[in-house]
Each structure stands twice: as C-alpha cells, then as structure tokens.
C-alpha cells in the first residue's frame, strides 16, 4: 500500500462507461414511460429520480465510512489502477495477507468501488438533466414550464466539487474535515435536487407556494439553519469515531457535564486520530465532540417539533408537518441506539438517512412556501395609529 500511486487514471474511461451503462436503466424507463408528454414533464420525472438515487447514494456512502471501507481501494478513480477488484485480486489479497483487519479486504474493495460506480451513474444523470434543459430552452420547448437552464448547470457543477472531495477523501486517507465535507456536499446535492423538483412542479402548475406568516417563515429558515450545523456535527463526530465517546444517556460518562478539550476536539485541520500535539487523539477530545452534538441535538428536535406544530395548522404544508414530527422521533431513536447500543450499523446508516430526509423535507418546505408581510404590516400599522 504503501508504493501504491494515490491517483491512476488509466481506469477512468471504463469507470465512466459503467457509469453510463448503470445511468441508462433510469433514462430508457423516464423516457418510455413518458415517452407521450412534453419535454418539461420528462425532466421533472428524470430531476425526480436523479433525487431519489442520490439519497440512495448518500446512504450507501454511509454503509462504505461505517464498515471501515473508505480506504478498501487505495488508490483513485480505480482500484489498484483497474476498473473493479476483479482485476485488483492479487494485490488486495497481499494487502490482506499482511493485514486480515486492515482498511483494504475483498469485501471492503467491492464497498468502495460499487459506492464509486453508483456515484458516477448519478453524476450522468445529472449531466443529462443539465444538457436537456439548455437543448429544451434553446429550441423554445415549452420555455415556461422549463427551469432555466442554470439550475441544473449548478447542480452538475457542484456534483463535479463532490466527486473532487471523494478523491481527496481517499487520497488524504480519511482525513476527518474531507470526509466530513464529502457528507455535507452529498446533501446539498439533495438540496439542489428537491429545488428544482418543486420548482418543476410549480411551474407546470401542479403546486403552488403555500402562505407562511413572517414568524412561522423565520422558525423554517432558522431550524433549516440549525440543521446543517447539527448534521455537520454529526459528520464530525463520526469521521473521529466519537461515537462511543458517551455510553449511557441521559449523561455522559456519568455526568452532565464530562471532562472535554473542546480545542482539541474542533480543531478542525488534522489527520484522523491525531491530536494537537501529534500523538493520538485525547478521549476528552472525543468526549468534547460527541458531547457537544448531542447538546445541539436537544436544540435541533425542539424546534422541529415546534416547527411541525406549527406548519400543522398551514393547510398546503400539513404533510411537511408530519414528515418534520415523524424524522425528528425517528432520528432520537436512532440516535439514541447509537449510544446504548454500541453504535450497530443499522442505527447509524438508518441516522445518517433521517439527516438525509430531512434536508429533502426541509428544503421542499422552503421552496413550496413564501413569506406573507402580514406581520410586518400590522406592526407598522400599530406603530402609526400610536
């Protein structure tokens, strides 16, 4: 492993055929089954599925970090510069000869390289929806009902930015900020993604903005923010395998307020396992890390709950509601499995998809929403008549 070349691109153009071969299922099928409708209702049909396969492809990069199989091919975009462990069979049986438990097995090289080809079959769908929306606007194919071309532009932008950090994610061996920045770039893919599937749905007159008032408005966009701050936590603390940091619940380490090194444990630029000091990482370090995001985690379910209370009595918005009340019960249960039961992998691959849903719920809410002045003028209108 060591000798291995961290990037070997002789595989690439097989790569992307496979990526080709697995993106043309979704197509012929959106295709055919559309094969009557306007161009603008194949897009969305296809801005729909691409979203629905990349929420697959965030979980199934959880199941690759979790089962320890990030590192399974060592090198980048192949394995061991081959298009598939098949052709990777004599080195990765000496790497586990010398290592039986290391990062590089059989089954972990199959992991890594089947998240890869899921990635590059997505990253085709994206390139298609991009080049069929500029095709469909520049001809004048129903222009009204078509999202501007740039929508989808920057969703292939940045899926590009999120194939550059799953590289580094392997060439940098793990290191704890690129993976945690690989899970985040993952989801606002999904964001991206569920935007232009709600403003499809708008323009074809399928849906329409539901009204918010300006505080329920402000409770949406604050706990949207506090949402990625507290899945980005969580990023962390699994990229530092500070999970189990924290064993019993409600305390930790039988306090409700442990030892921590919140330095250590948030500086951010520094291998895994490595501390400030360039020896292993300290447990205070890791118990700062989990303990910090399961503080925030109590801040995040109250204002899902009070915002699911609230979008309840919104007519248009009651199944965001419940969708809200739902994945916030569904993401303590996870997450609280996590901890008493020593971090299974169901529980943690099922607490990384609740984040995932609730990115796509949150992000439909916003955008299938718009803030009423009402507050506002009645407010200006109290503070003329005094």
């Keep these: 492993m060591d000798t291995q070349d961290l990037y070997n691109l002789s595989p690439a153009l097989r790569l992307m055929g496979m990526g080709l071969v697995l993106a043309l299922g979704p197509l012929a099928w959106v295709w055919l089954r559309n094969k009557n409708q306007p161009m603008a209702r194949r897009l969305r049909v296809l801005t729909l599925v691409t979203l629905f396969l990349t929420f697959d492809l965030v979980l199934f990069g959880a199941f690759t970090r979790l089962t320890d199989s990030g590192l399974g091919c060592p090198d980048w975009p192949g394995c061991y510069g081959h298009a598939s462990p098949v052709g990777a069979q004599q080195p990765i049986s000496a790497a586990q000869a010398a290592m039986p438990s290391g990062p590089v097995t059989h089954g972990k090289a199959w992991i890594e390289m089947i998240h890869r080809y899921l990635a590059t079959g997505v990253g085709v769908l994206i390139l298609t929806l991009a080049v069929a929306t500029w095709l469909s606007r520049r001809k004048g194919q129903g222009t009204g009902t078509i999202l501007s071309p740039w929508w989808p532009m920057a969703t292939l932008v940045w899926v590009c930015v999120q194939g550059a950090f799953g590289a580094l994610t392997v060439t940098m061996k793990l290191f704890p900020l690129i993976v945690t920045l690989h899970l985040l770039g993952g989801l606002v893919l999904l964001a991206l993604l569920r935007a232009q599937a709600v403003r499809y749905a708008q323009a074809q007159g399928d849906a329409r903005p539901a009204p918010l008032s300006a505080a329920t408005w402000l409770l949406l966009s604050a706990t949207f923010g506090l949402l990625w701050v507290q899945i980005a936590l969580g990023g962390w603390v699994s990229t530092n395998y500070a999970v189990l940091a924290c064993t019993d619940f409600p ?136």
């Design 251 to 386: 305390a930790c380490q039988g306090s409700f307020w442990p030892q921590m090194d919140l330095r250590e444990g948030f500086t951010l630029w520094r291998a895994l396992g490595v501390g400030l000091d360039g020896d292993n990482i300290s447990f205070q370090a890791l118990t700062a890390i989990h303990y910090v995001h399961r503080l925030m985690a109590y801040v995040v379910f109250a204002a899902l709950l009070w915002l699911a209370s609230r979008l309840r009595h919104v007519p248009a918005m009651r199944s965001h509601a419940l969708w809200i009340g739902g994945l916030a019960l569904w993401q303590f249960a996870t997450g609280l499995s996590n901890v008493v039961l020593g971090w299974p992998l169901v529980a943690a691959v099922s607490h990384t998809g609740g984040a995932a849903a609730l990115v796509v719920v949150l992000t439909g809410a916003i955008f299938s929403s718009y803030r009423t002045p009402e507050l506002a003028s009645a407010s200006k209108l109290r503070a003329s008549s005094l």
